[in-house]
């Protein structure tokens, strides 16, 4: 027999804060109690049966600053019935993986009644998220109090409030308790260790976990090159051309760690449960837009966007856009040849100290310029993909990714292509890349770490102090970690990071055996990283929501491809290499026909050997 909400009492006089809703200003009265009824209402009333209360009762209004913010948790019943909603998976006591279900949770190992601990606080968080997003409209044909903006049957009401600007945002909070342990784990003592995934899915996520586990997996498979590649470079740094053995050893570096990562990541995913998670339906979109009709797959009424529209949208403004950006970027490594040659000649002409040192300019400026460039380039293309009006979040990130991607790769890659096989001076292609990949290290700790950091730390500042300012005799403990996280940077997701980390690969697999070390400078660099990338998320963004994950997504399938091109890559610089070259004298498009054709069909092999024996 189903257990359901409304035959179970799921409210509790006092609760454990766990989201925070915040509002506008100005928002009407009514419109607070419209919203409070329809969260606190039993399910069967179409509610969402949470627990909800503002921040600041009467008095304390009175008294500190109002600032229209509220609270919102649930029973620990209504946890486990909506644990079960949601298709959780758990372990059970047979050590088997099942779906969550509240009638035979005593099955499921370390459950106890009287235990709080058998949901972790991440996975509280993503129900309730979940919850809110699906309170729908019943009968309501606009919000209380606002006529403009519009309901129909169905539709999610806090997508529209927050369209609408009458909720300003919705975070979870931080428990700082849970989070101080974290961080003692995880970076506050530097010291060469695992992370601890599993207390990092259990506090942030599935998502988050991943992007940590293969961030540390990333660092670790690169150690074998950077031990390879130091005395490769000590010992044969002057003689450009010995590169063969270190790009053959590249070729299946390349591949295999990929094949064993995605081995791993079943893994963690089976263990945490989401690799047997069933897919839910994926809602519409809040950017989506319409003319509202009946969706013919699930009879719901929603905005409708015919298909050739944003088909012409992509094909006669994006695509365009795009091609006309990598042309922008094409002129822009020209621009860059023309400086070395300029810095060349002058070195050439005086020999002086300072001039060698100028030939490392023009290198620095460029990779300045490139990260400019590709900042830029991301804000249009999340513009244009939001324009193109795609109805669901999986096809709108698929296709900013694919944009992204195209021109970073271009922008990034284009020049080191260039120099190795139009210009074949491995010289500078060694002096390029080892000046692109330091300064974008360099210039992405700082954007994406220091200066965040910083800015928080200002505003932690402020807070604290006009908290100490008040003469109150509030515990304002509460209050003023509310006003400190709702004023933190909102995390945006990994997009970035794994961004980062793929520019990365692409650096030490395609050209790092003509310069050993870039692998080694790789991995100091995601040593601190992880470091970095830890202390963002505790201290200077707000709380993530969890998001169940069953692998890195789409962007297995880039780093994947990204591997073939370095296999095609190394193939020609193996070709082009005088050893080669002495052994086939005669013909030399046909020798690097056949060398990438047998690395090629290599890589096919040892993606399927790994793929069936791990």
Not at 1 to 10: H, P
Not at 328 to 350: C, K, P, R
Not at 373 to 383: D, T
Request: glycine fraction near 4%; proline fraction near 4%.
């Amino acid at each position: 027999m189903k257990v359901t909400l409304s035959a179970l009492n799921t409210s509790e006089s006092s609760f454990t804060p766990l989201v925070v809703i915040e509002l506008a200003q100005d928002v009407k009265e009514e419109t607070k109690e419209w919203l409070k009824n329809r969260i606190i209402a039993k399910k069967e009333d179409g509610g969402a049966q949470l627990l909800f209360r503002p921040l600041l009762n009467k008095y304390e209004q009175e008294t500190l600053e109002n600032q229209n913010l509220y609270l919102v948790g649930a029973s620990k019943i209504r946890m486990l019935l909506g644990a079960e909603a949601v298709g959780l998976v758990k372990e059970c006591n047979d050590n088997t993986m099942r779906a969550f279900t509240y009638r035979t949770r005593q099955n499921f190992k370390g459950f106890d009644d009287n235990n709080d601990d058998f949901l972790t606080m991440a996975e509280c968080q993503f129900i309730i998220k979940h919850e809110l997003e699906n309170l729908r409209a019943k009968d309501e044909k606009m919000i209380p109090g606002y006529p403009q903006a519009k309901l129909y049957p169905g539709k999610s009401l806090l997508r529209r409030l927050l369209t609408s600007g009458i909720v300003i945002q919705v975070f979870p909070l931080h428990d700082n308790e849970a989070l101080k342990k974290l961080e003692d784990s995880w970076y506050t003592r530097f010291a060469l260790k695992y992370q601890p995934i599993d207390s990092i899915r259990g506090y942030f996520g599935e998502t988050i976990a991943l992007y940590f586990g293969f961030l540390e997996y990333f660092t670790f498979a690169l150690i074998p090159m950077a031990v390879i590649g130091l005395p490769y470079y000590l010992f044969v740094w002057e003689d450009y051309d010995k590169y063969v053995i270190f790009a053959s050893f590249n070729l299946i570096w390349s591949t295999v760690i990929l094949e064993v990562w995605k081995r791993g990541c079943a893994n963690m995913t089976y263990r945490w449960g989401t690799l047997l998670m069933k897919r839910k339906f994926e809602e519409p979109r809040p950017g989506f837009h319409g003319v509202l009709g009946i969706n013919p797959i699930t009879g719901k009424e929603e905005p409708l966007y015919p298909s050739y529209k944003r088909q012409l949208r992509i094909y006669l403004v994006s695509l365009p856009f795009v091609c006309l950006c990598l042309y922008f970027s094409l002129y822009v490594m020209m621009i860059y040849f023309d400086l070395e040659v300029w810095a060349l000649g002058l070195h050439e002409n005086s020999g002086s100290e300072w001039t060698s040192v100028l030939l490392y300019v023009p290198s620095i400026i460029y990779a300045i310029v490139i990260e400019i460039m590709n900042r830029l380039y991301r804000y249009a293309a999340e513009f244009l993909t939001s324009w193109e009006n795609h109805r669901l979040e999986s096809a709108y990130q698929n296709h900013l990714i694919l944009k992204v991607l195209v021109f970073n790769f271009l922008n990034c890659f284009a020049s080191l292509f260039y120099i190795a096989f139009v210009l074949k001076d491995m010289k500078l292609l060694r002096q390029s890349l080892a000046t692109l990949l330091i300064t974008s290290q360099i210039l992405n700790q700082i954007v994406e770490s220091l200066l965040p950091y910083w800015l928080q730390r200002k505003h932690g500042v402020r807070v604290k102090r006009k908290m100490q300012a008040l003469k109150t005799d509030i515990d304002a403990t509460l209050y003023e970690q509310v006003i400190l996280e709702k004023e933190m940077g909102t995390y945006l997701g990994t997009f970035d990071d794994y961004l980062e980390l793929f520019l990365q690969f692409g650096y030490v697999s395609l050209f790092s055996c003509v310069y050993p070390l870039a692998a080694a400078f790789a991995v100091l660099n995601n040593f601190t990283e992880v470091n970095s990338d830890a202390l963002k998320m505790c201290r200077v963004f707000k709380r993530p929501f969890s998001e169940p994950s069953a692998s890195i997504g789409v962007w297995q399938l880039a780093f994947e491809t990204m591997s073939v091109i370095s296999v095609v890559t190394n193939c020609a610089l193996i070709g082009m290499s005088p050893q080669v070259n002495a052994i086939f004298p005669e013909s030399k498009a046909d020798l690097i026909l056949i060398v990438v054709a047998v690395e090629v069909t290599q890589h096919t092999i040892l993606s399927y050997v790994y793929s069936w024996s791990l």
